[in-house]
């Protein structure tokens, strides 16, 4: 039961911004709102914190790129995280339940980087490192430096990349831990955070 809960929601995650191109935005965005309580309520996903500093408002589609070239002029960085996911994670289920994470918190952009072997199998989990101020990309991007004492003593590399990502016929046998970043590209003033 939980487990047809999990894929409806996450075949819900993934149409939303479908429907927000077909003239449905208003229901679109009324389901949107829905979907941060369910998923806070899935046994899957788990935050081990938020970002800090600012967050925007939500948006109807993350883009993930995978280089730092691919990150357009202007754009901010607003959280440096950490993803472990289980193993025997689905590539298309993975993008879903990431780039929903990406857009609750308002962003438009989501650069990933390596990833590795976990060396615990734990369900989703979202951990945040930072940084206090949204700062424009392309001025002071300083690479994948945060979260090194818990990303270093993970296991081997693993591929979750362009090849893999959103790709339904990909299965990660592997738990893994995934850098990226959050950025919001749109110029709309970013809220406080609580």
Same mark, same amino acid.
């Given at each position: ?29 009324? *389901? ?40 357009? *002029? ?27 994470? *990406? ?92």
């Amino acid at each position: 039961m939980r487990k047809n809960r999990a894929h409806g929601l996450l075949l819900t995650v993934a149409a939303l911004p479908l429907l927000a191109g077909c003239g449905v935005k208003q229901r679109a965005e009324a *389901a949107w709102q829905k979907v941060p309580a369910l998923l806070d309520k899935m046994p899957f996903v788990r935050q081990e914190s938020k970002p800090s500093g600012v967050t925007y408002p939500p948006t109807l589609k993350a883009k993930a790129v995978f280089a730092p070239e691919q990150v357009p *002029a202007g754009c901010k960085v607003f959280a440096h995280l950490l993803i472990w996911t289980p193993a025997g994670a689905n590539g298309h289920g993975l993008a879903g339940v990431v780039e929903k994470e *990406a857009m609750r918190w308002g962003a438009d952009l989501l650069l990933l980087g390596r990833s590795r072997k976990a060396k615990e199998d734990k369900s989703m989990i979202f951990v945040y490192y930072g940084p206090e101020e949204p700062y424009n990309f392309r001025e002071r991007w300083a690479g994948w430096k945060f979260g090194y004492s818990d990303w270093v003593s993970q296991g081997g590399w693993a591929a979750a990349g362009y090849d893999e990502w959103d790709k339904k016929t990909v299965w990660h046998s592997d738990p893994l831990v995934i850098q990226a970043a959050f950025l919001r590209c749109q110029d709309i003033p970013p809220h406080e955070q609580p």
